[in-house]
């Protein structure tokens, strides 16, 4: 069974820092986009970064951009997502996702783009 299992989150003080992991199994990531997207309560899901793990192209979204790293293992079979500078509206349930689709530079914002999707982790910011 293909699976993504996420993890990191939890409670930071603003200015801080977290690292989201995104764990596949069932899988492997060679070849496969991953996309980090979010959603806080009472708000649309957005699509915070994706990378390419072929050839490690990322993308962010203007919210996150000089903040957010994201970065893939391949042998751990893993894709990270590095937050600095946290504020406290980046407090949301981060989730990762996985799709095999061409055209990720154009459609990583799109989640019905995507194939697989972890359960989610907690990031909570606070002032």
């Known amino acids: 069974e293909r699976q993504l299992v996420e993890s990191g989150g939890g409670l930071v003080q603003a200015g801080g820092s977290l690292r989201l992991a995104c764990v596949a199994s069932g899988f492997s990531l060679d070849d496969w986009a991953i996309a980090w997207f979010r959603q806080a309560p009472g708000k649309e899901r957005e699509g915070v970064s994706s990378?390419?793990?072929?050839?490690?192209?990322?993308y962010y979204s203007d919210s996150v951009k000089g903040r957010f790293t994201v970065s893939s293992d391949n042998v751990k079979n893993t894709v990270y997502l590095q937050m600095n500078s946290l504020k406290p509206e980046d407090t949301a349930v981060y989730s990762c996702g996985a799709t095999l689709k061409p055209g990720l530079k154009e459609t990583w914002t799109d989640d019905s783009y995507y194939f697989y999707w972890g359960q989610g982790t907690q990031v909570t910011v606070s002032t």
């Open positions: 990378v390419s793990t072929s050839d490690g192209t990322s």
